[in-house]
């Protein structure tokens, strides 16, 4: 069945590194793919998203780029802040009533 | 402004009672979903819904059950037979049922912990 991978934490960097987790899916057919972030005890808010090979979701900073050819949807960002602290989701539309979420990230950033 | 609410924030229940935990969305959604989010897990479908009087079980329904008499609300009811209910509760809703693009837009959640 469908499945996502990612990057298991915690991610600590320091303020202005560059942020890379990784993610990787198994699916059928053409999934969209997305990027949520949970503050600490929040919901989850939409990062981005992507919805067919080759498309770019960005927001905020943070950049994805769905690979078919490598079934992967990396996030990325530049330059973290502080305010960047939060665990982050990655989550695959597919076939199925429902979205399949990676177990998640935390990323600590520290000044 | 649109959105999702969930109350209470934190809940707190004896063994063998009976909780419900209460999900409103005002953003005119069809779909709506139940979550279950244990510390270093992703998040586990309890139960989802199309439609009004209109539900399927998710993954982990045993234990739980739900109502959705009207578009706008879909609550959630933690029996006494769950094993282990203490977790974190998210409900969510989109446009529509099984649309792939299609975002998902998610509630602040319910903290419920069984003492």
């Known amino acids: 069945g469908d499945s996502v991978t990612q990057m298991e934490g915690p991610v600590t960097l320091s303020e202005e590194a560059f942020l890379t987790i990784n993610c990787t899916y198994t699916a059928t057919g053409y999934p969209s793919l997305f990027w949520y972030v949970q503050y600490p005890g929040e919901g989850l808010q939409l990062l981005l998203k992507?919805?067919?090979?080759?498309d770019k979701g960005s927001n905020k900073g943070f950049e994805a780029t769905y690979r078919k050819e490598t079934t992967s949807f990396h996030l990325e960002k530049g330059s973290v802040q502080v305010s960047d602290s939060a665990v982050y989701f990655c989550?695959?539309?597919?076939?199925?009533?429902?979205?399949?979420f990676g177990t998640g990230t935390l990323l600590a950033v520290q000044p | 402004d649109g959105g999702i609410t969930q109350s209470p924030k934190y809940l707190f229940r004896k063994e063998g009672q009976n909780v419900t935990l209460s999900c409103e969305q005002n953003l005119n959604h069809d779909a709506m979903y139940w979550y279950r989010q244990d510390p270093g897990q992703g998040l586990r479908l309890i139960y989802y819904?199309?439609?009004?009087?209109?539900?399927q079980k998710g993954d982990i329904a045993e234990g739980y059950s739900v109502s959705r008499e009207k578009k706008e609300s879909f609550p959630l009811t933690v029996t006494s037979a769950q094993k282990n209910p203490t977790a974190f509760y998210l409900c969510?809703?989109?446009?529509?049922?099984?649309?792939?693009?299609?975002?998902?837009?998610f509630g602040p959640g319910t903290r419920l912990t069984v003492l």
């Open positions: 819904s199309q439609i009004v009087n209109d539900f």
């Open positions: 992507a919805t067919k090979a080759d």
């Open positions: 989550a695959l539309g597919g076939a199925t009533n429902k979205l399949i």
């Open positions: 969510a809703s989109s446009i529509r049922l099984g649309v792939i693009t299609d975002t998902q837009y």
